[in-house]
């Protein structure tokens, strides 16, 4: 039997069309990444630029007029309540009035005043902080028989924490409206006795802290009235954290929650709390122009002060904040997810092929989502779904 060459070529075009007929019904796979849903550990966070402050500053002022002398002193130098700060050479009592003299008097008087209200601070603050402890210590009988919620014993404990803090700041208030009254009574004393007879000795300022000098107002020796800034000092081991959100962050943020610090320049990230959510917000303009309404967060760093010895003053820090926290959720990554029909789908590999699944959500993280319906523990879901996949594509994970 013989075969034409036309007989042939008709041979070999039909052979290819079935060919290409078999690989049309069995395309070639489409290369996918996939992920595992499964159960794990969830943490919602407010993420956010902060900077550490010195939580007790004080700036030193001139308590009388006259000569400043050159201040010795350079910032970070360390001080104590005995170290000389400035010396200044009082004004000539012949030439002052009877305004100054009175002024100085009130001085004296509202120095006073400012000592008693610290001393009754101080006693609020402790009847404040034994009630608060005695809330927390029941709190930490009733949490583990489950007779209180988990939010209440973290209020409870925040309380806690907020007075013991606030019994330092009282303290501190005390010391330096004591520091305030001595400058005050010894500024009055420039102001009495026969001018004739009075003469001018140098007016000596101390440190009313033990601390370092944080920033110098006046180096050179000058010429000052009453009320002149002179020296910032403080306690650098004394920090805190100061973080600015949106104010619809800050509606979710509670007193007392855990806090993560990153990017500080350490190895390792630092651990804090919330210790304040301040009441009052304020407009800040984003760098894209827009005006937003933010809200101060202040928090307790949780640290030993030898892992804080490297950070000072308006150090600048990223916060990682805590809104809510799930121990055992079902997840998948924020990347398996997207839109479609206004609803949130998945495309899930079921016989290595991709099935469009509806899927309900619950909290989601900048990485991770809580997965409430649709999905079961142990399913693979695609990761960045191209537009080369639709449902019933075949897909080989890579």
Not at 351 to 371: R, W
């Amino acid at each position: 039997m013989r075969f034409s060459i036309k007989t042939l070529l008709w041979s070999a075009l039909a052979i290819a069309l079935v060919i290409a007929a078999i690989l049309a019904m069995f395309p070639k796979p489409v290369i996918v990444q996939a992920a595992v849903v499964q159960f794990g550990p969830l943490r919602e966070t407010v993420q956010e630029d902060g900077k550490t402050r010195i939580r007790e500053k004080y700036t030193v002022s001139a308590p009388v007029s006259g000569r400043l002398s050159r201040i010795e002193l350079n910032p970070g130098d360390f001080i104590t309540e005995q170290t000389l700060l400035a010396v200044i050479l009082p004004s000539d009592p012949a030439i002052l009035d009877q305004r100054a003299r009175a002024e100085a008097t009130a001085r004296v008087q509202a120095a006073e005043s400012a000592l008693l209200r610290a001393e009754s601070r101080i006693r609020q603050a402790k009847i404040n902080a034994e009630l608060s402890q005695t809330k927390f210590e029941r709190a930490k009988k009733l949490l583990p028989r489950q007779a209180l919620s988990q939010d209440e014993y973290e209020i409870a404990k925040a309380e806690h924490l907020l007075s013991a803090q606030t019994i330092e700041t009282a303290e501190f208030d005390t010391e330096i409206a004591k520091f305030e009254l001595k400058m005050a009574k010894a500024a009055v004393h420039q102001y009495i006795g026969n001018a004739d007879e009075e003469q001018l000795t140098p007016f000596d300022i101390y440190s009313p802290i033990a601390g370092r000098v944080l920033r110098l107002f006046q180096e050179s020796s000058t010429v000052v009235t009453v009320g002149t800034e002179l020296i910032e000092v403080g306690d650098p081991r004394n920090l805190e954290i100061e973080i600015d959100v949106l104010s619809t962050d800050a509606v979710r943020i509670e007193t007392g929650a855990e806090l993560t610090i990153e990017h500080w320049g350490g190895r390792s990230p630092l651990k804090g709390h919330v210790r304040v959510v301040e009441p009052g917000a304020f407009t800040k303009v984003s760098s894209l122009g827009v005006e937003e309404q933010r809200v101060n967060i202040i928090a307790d760093f949780d640290e030993p002060p030898e892992r804080l010895a490297t950070l000072g003053d308006s150090y600048r820090v990223e916060a990682r904040i805590t809104v809510n926290q799930l121990d055992n959720a079902l997840l998948v990554p924020n990347s398996a997810l997207f839109r479609h029909e206004r609803k949130w789908h998945v495309l899930a590999i079921v016989d290595g092929q991709a099935m469009l699944s509806p899927v309900e959500i619950g909290l989601q993280n900048e990485s991770e989502t809580q997965i409430l319906n649709g999905l079961q523990a142990g399913e693979r879901v695609i990761e960045y779904p191209s537009d080369q996949l639709s449902p019933g594509t075949r897909v080989q994970v890579q």
